[in-house]
């Protein structure tokens, strides 16, 4: 069985940058739809990254395109999200979700994928502070 890890979050002041990582183990690393959920306060977890790692086409939501970048190492079999120019509404618990059967097409499928994950880790929390 695989398993996986969220790392990264932290306090920052609005307009600084975070790195968030998830590391897996126990998977092909090589053969995953990987994503980034986020649950801000008060509103319902959303799936705002995705990358296939197979083909490593990535995708991010229109709202979020021109300030966050989904990543893969494959020497780490670690995905992460670069996230840059945080506002306060970025503040939330991120989520970590994969998928190891629907890889292989696309970033945007895998969206369609992922959107059914409910396999949560802890996440990591980010908290952006004015």
């Known amino acids: 069985q695989g398993q996986f890890a969220e790392s990264g979050g932290e306090s920052v002041q609005a307009g600084g940058s975070l790195r968030l990582s998830c590391t897996t183990s126990g998977y092909y690393y090589r053969h995953l739809c990987m994503g980034w959920f986020r649950q801000s306060p008060g509103k319902e977890r959303e799936l705002i990254a995705t990358i296939d790692t197979a083909g490593g086409s990535d995708y991010v939501v229109d709202s979020l395109q021109d300030r966050f970048a989904i990543s893969q190492d494959r020497t780490k079999d670690t995905t992460s999200l670069q996230m840059n120019n945080l506002r306060f509404e970025g503040s939330g618990i991120y989520y970590c979700?994969?998928?190891?059967?629907?890889?292989?097409?696309?970033?945007?499928?895998?969206?369609?994928?992922?959107?059914?994950?409910?396999?949560w880790g802890p996440g990591t929390q980010v908290v952006v502070s004015s």
């Open positions: 979700a994969l998928d190891g059967e629907s890889w292989g097409r696309s970033a945007r499928y895998c969206y369609e994928r992922l959107r059914k994950f409910n396999s």
